[in-house]
């Protein structure tokens, strides 16, 4: 089982970047999906999260609006569009992978960088 995440980067604050994680290993289009960031000295936290099918998404408070969770399922990739970037994004961004009729993840990714900094 893999899950890649590309796509961070250094940005300045307003500024855009699109997040991809690419899935191997296992079946992905039964797995909803979610992103995590954890800042230098915090705790992980949840960000978004997309259904199987990707007819469903969340977002937590901070990000709505500007941030948008999406997936390819032939692809195998899920994506986080994040827009108007703030220096509280600042985070390391894993993606994660949840089996049917689980609450937690059962795979994670190694993590992307994200650096919001005029």
């Known amino acids: 089982v893999q899950l890649v995440e590309a796509g961070g980067g250094l940005v300045q604050p307003g500024g855009s970047l699109r997040l991809s994680c690419v899935a191997s290993g296992f079946t992905f289009r039964d797995y909803s999906m979610r992103w995590y960031r954890q800042a230098p000295g915090k705790e992980r936290e949840y960000v978004a999260s997309?259904?199987?099918?990707?007819?469903?998404?969340n977002y937590v408070d901070s990000v709505k609006g500007r941030f948008t969770i999406s997936r390819d399922n032939a692809m195998r990739t899920v994506y986080l569009e994040m827009n108007s970037l703030k220096p509280e994004d600042t985070a390391v961004y894993y993606c994660?992978?949840?089996?049917?009729?689980?609450?937690?993840?059962?795979?994670w990714g190694q993590g992307t960088q994200v650096a919001v900094s005029s």
């Open positions: 997309i259904s199987s099918t990707g007819g469903s998404t």
């Open positions: 994660a992978a949840v089996r049917p009729t689980y609450h937690t993840p059962n795979y």
